[in-house]
T-cell receptor, first 117, second 114 residues
Framework: NAGVTQTPKFQVLKTGQSMTLQCAQDMNHNSMYWYRQDPGMGLRLIYY???????DKGEVPNGYNVSRLNKREFSLRLESAAPSQTSVYFC????????????????FGPGTRLTVL | AQSVTQLDSQVPVFEEAPVELRCNYSSSVSVYLFWYVQYPNQGLQLLLKYLSGSTLVESINGFEAEFNKSQTSFHLRKPSVHISDTAEYFC????????????FGTGTRLQVFP
């Protein structure tokens, strides 16, 4: 099993350009997440998808959109990139199978390092 | 809204010395608590978690954390660290509901020196 995969690993954009970060998991997990990691700020949730067909905003959704394409794939789109979106982006997934039973481990991808000039 | 505080951004320590990484959370209601570790240029991995039951939880590589409800803390300890423990450690909290959504602290960088 590959676990959680992310593409690309690195990307440089100019201000105003758009791009989509791809994420896929092969663990048959219901829930998927997008985080950004910035120095001194830990990980902050951008969007999450509790199950196929649903998406919800996290702490810092402005400037981003997401698509839960199917159970395996969850993409993050920057429509008009800004320098403030320079960050490392992580995708994660978790089981979340049983209603009312959280506490499942999140499995993380290797990250995408994005620079916006 | 819940929050997690990791007061120490960096903790330098010599090999074989004990270490404690501090974590406090804000919620006064039931929570699930986690420690994740991030090795250089990698994603995060679960180190250990507290859901219920015994307040002392252990990981397979010698770390342990104790849930203290009265002090709203979940400090991570290891009696003797190795060079390979050099990494960034994140404390996180979630609600015991039907999602696994996490709120992370800002992280503590543990640097182990020979």
């Amino acid at each position: 099993n590959a676990g959680v995969t992310q593409t690309p690993k690195f990307q440089v954009l100019k201000t105003g350009q758009s791009m989509t970060l791809q994420c896929a998991q092969d663990m048959n997990h219901n829930s998927m997440y997008w985080y950004r990691q910035d120095p001194g700020m830990g990980l902050r949730l951008i969007y999450y998808s509790a199950s196929e067909g649903t998406t919800d905003k996290g702490e810092v959704p402005n400037g981003y959109n997401v698509s839960r394409l199917n159970k395996r794939e969850f993409s993050l789109r920057l429509e008009s990139a800004a320098p403030s979106q320079t960050s490392v982006y992580f995708c994660a997934s978790s089981e979340s199978r049983l209603a009312g039973r959280g506490g499942n481990e999140q499995f993380f991808g290797p990250g995408t390092r994005l620079t916006v000039l | 809204a819940q929050s997690v505080t990791q007061l120490d951004s960096q903790v330098p320590v010599f090999e074989e010395a004990p270490v404690e990484l501090r974590c406090n959370y804000s919620s006064s209601v039931s929570v699930y608590l986690f420690w994740y570790v991030q090795y250089p240029n990698q994603g995060l991995q679960l180190l250990l978690k507290y859901l219920s039951g015994s307040t002392l939880v252990e990981s397979i590589n010698g770390f342990e954390a104790e849930f203290n409800k009265s002090q709203t803390s979940f400090h991570l300890r290891k009696p003797s660290v190795h060079i390979s423990d050099t990494a960034e450690y994140f404390c996180a909290v979630s609600d015991p509901g039907n999602t696994d959504k996490l709120i992370f602290g800002t992280g503590t960088r543990l640097q182990v020196f020979p």
